[in-house]
């Protein structure tokens, strides 16, 4: 077997034994039932997901930063040029953006991945270079990528769980860098969820209204041709459920990016290992669909770290029936806003651990003075 039919094969169901002991945990706290809101279904989750109650707090988290350029570049649907996605690598591995703030700030590991930068990196501490391509081909007129370089890209992600989760981390965090990636971000929403190109193509990093336009018809054009290249085309223009019902893997050497091959590869290894995802923005969620479809059980290993302002991220979250925990409108990437999440998914775990019950805390529960519950 290859290792991503390994890496599915060996994705569990959630642990009902462990979810329904948190469940039952939750009750006996010293505090009114439910009164944890969504965040008590969020530890009963991660229950499940490490098959114990309660589960292990998420420390040590590592943020991977997955870079990759796109030929899509070319369509001139972001103001910002090429480079940038090289140069903010080496801000990352400086330390001097936004992520590694946050990340300080939350105690987490900042790792950069070079899984398809356009140009060449210099060895730096921090920065992993596992370059598939010098980038993706232009979505518009090509696939993005052949089979061999998603296949490829996939693995990359996979195997950065496993070296991460070997090093003893408990929760992985996904982070993107790559100019120009909110477009083929907004084809896989479109091509996954069945929704309107219109309604999941957002502004990414902020451009006008000339340039929203000419990004929806880069991405319907992407689609209409990604169709006609996938198994199952009947000639016929329209929806998105035949891109939706082909191979996963071939919609993303389509239309897709390295760093959303990898991000889905990213969440398949967490999931395969037992160990939850927090998912960053648009791009994670994009990749998650990816995940999702080669493995619905991946899902469950999903934490969505925020909602950002990108309208193919609702859609995405919506798609996968996940609940973000924050929505600050944030739109930036790198994994912000799941570093930024963290601190929640620490606190949903501490409460099984450190929260006393009324047995316990000698503190009388409403349901022993009154047998019927009410
Ligand atoms: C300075 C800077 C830092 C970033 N950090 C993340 N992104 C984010 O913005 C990019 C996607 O937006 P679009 O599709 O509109 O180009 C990605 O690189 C993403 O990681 C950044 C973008 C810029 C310019
Ligand atoms: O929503 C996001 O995650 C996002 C938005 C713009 C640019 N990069 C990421």
């Not at 006008?208 to 880069?218: E, N, P």
Request: hydrophobic fraction near 50%; include cysteine.
């Amino acid at each position: 077997m290859d290792l991503i039919a390994e890496t599915i094969a060996a994705i569990r169901p959630l642990d009902e034994t462990a979810m329904r002991a948190a469940r039952d945990r939750h009750d006996r706290l010293t505090k009114p039932r439910g009164s944890l809101g969504a965040l008590e279904e969020l530890g009963v989750r991660l229950s499940g997901v490490a098959g114990a109650c309660p589960p292990p707090l998420p420390a040590p988290a590592a943020v991977a930063v997955f870079a990759g350029d796109h030929g899509v570049h070319a369509q001139g649907v972001t103001p910002w040029p090429q480079e940038v996605t090289a140069q903010m690598v080496q801000n990352f591995l400086a330390g001097g953006a936004v992520v590694n703030a946050f990340a300080r700030q939350a105690g987490a590991e900042v790792t950069v991945v070079d899984v398809g930068v356009a140009t060449e990196l210099p060895p730096a501490p921090g920065l992993l270079v596992r370059k598939v391509a010098n980038g993706t081909a232009d979505i518009t007129q090509g696939p993005a990528m052949t089979a061999d370089e998603a296949r490829r890209a996939v693995e990359v992600g996979i195997e950065v769980a496993r070296d991460l989760v070997a090093a003893g981390n408990r929760c992985l965090i996904t982070g993107d860098m790559g100019i120009a990636n909110t477009t083929p971000s907004a084809a896989l929403i479109a091509a996954f969820t069945g929704r309107s190109v219109e309604g999941v193509t957002g502004y990414g990093t902020g451009i006008d209204d000339i340039t929203h336009a000419r990004k929806i018809k880069v991405v319907h054009t992407a689609l209409a041709r990604a169709r006609t290249e996938l198994p199952g085309h009947d000639g016929s223009d329209g929806a998105d459920p035949r891109v939706a019902s082909a191979e996963p893997l071939a919609v993303l050497a389509q239309i897709g990016g390295l760093e959303h091959a990898a991000i889905a590869g990213f969440i398949l290894g967490a999931a395969a290992q037992g160990v939850p995802v927090l998912l960053d923005g648009v791009i994670a969620g994009a990749a998650a669909l990816v995940a999702a479809a080669l493995a619905r059980g991946a899902r469950d290993y999903c934490v969505a770290g925020h909602r950002s302002a990108e309208p193919g991220h609702a859609a995405a979250l919506w798609f996968l029936e996940l609940r973000p925990l924050i929505d600050l409108e944030m739109r930036l990437g790198e994994g912000t806003g799941a570093v930024l999440a963290l601190p929640i998914v620490s606190s949903a775990v501490r409460v099984l651990h450190e929260v006393a019950t009324f047995d316990s805390a000698g503190v009388a529960d409403k349901d022993a003075a009154s047998p019927d519950g009410t």
